[in-house]
């Protein structure tokens, strides 16, 4: 039965895809970390983590297949965002790079204060870098995704869209 879902999932997702209008390609996989989907403007691939999506879909409450529509119009989004460049993703996964180093350094840090306040305000520095780059990509994703959405969704999908923007902005607040 899972199989027969994920087979579905699947099928509607190609649709999807392929209703845009848009020339990507899709790609059913775990993705690392928490995501449930992504972008690749490289490849011009959408990325699905069908069991996450499934899981998520009954933690909001919302039917799998019209959720699976609401992650993967977010993607379309990304996928036509003119100001989503190959420059700001690079940036982005630059400052990333660097945010993770500092944690780590945080985590490695034996005594000194110093140190540990130097670290700190280098870390929330690249944050505020990260929060300025990457949270206007978000929210252009959730409005340029709107247009992919069935009329009849658009209500789960603007719910879904300020969840998402809300999440990102407690992400960096838990950060800093």
């Known amino acids: 039965m899972i ?30 970390g928490d995501l449930q989907a992504g972008f690749n403007k490289i490849d011009q691939t959408v990325s699905i983590n069908l069991r996450k999506v499934i899981i998520n879909s009954q933690r909001e409450r919302v039917e799998v297949s019209d959720y699976l529509e609401v992650i ?21 996964a630059s400052v990333r790079e ?34 300025e780059l990457e949270y206007p990509a978000e929210e252009r994703a959730c409005e340029f995704g709107r247009v ?11 719910e879904h869209s300020m969840r998402n923007l809300q999440t990102y902005k407690e992400n960096y607040k838990n950060i800093k």
């Open 98 to 131: 660097v945010i993770y180093e500092k944690l780590e350094q945080l985590d490695d840090l034996q005594g000194g204060e110093h140190d540990f306040e130097n670290i700190k305000q280098e870390l929330l520095s690249q944050v505020e870098v990260l929060e």
């Open 72 to 92: 993967i119009c977010h993607e379309l989004g990304h996928a036509v965002d003119p100001e989503l460049t190959m420059e700001v993703l690079q940036k982005i």
């Open 3 to 32: 199989s027969d879902l994920n087979m579905y999932l699947k099928n509607k997702a190609e649709e999807l895809v392929k209703k845009s209008g848009l020339h990507l390609s899709l790609i059913i996989e775990e993705i690392p």
């Open 148 to 158: 992919f959405v069935s009329k009849h969704l658009l209500e789960i999908y603007d």
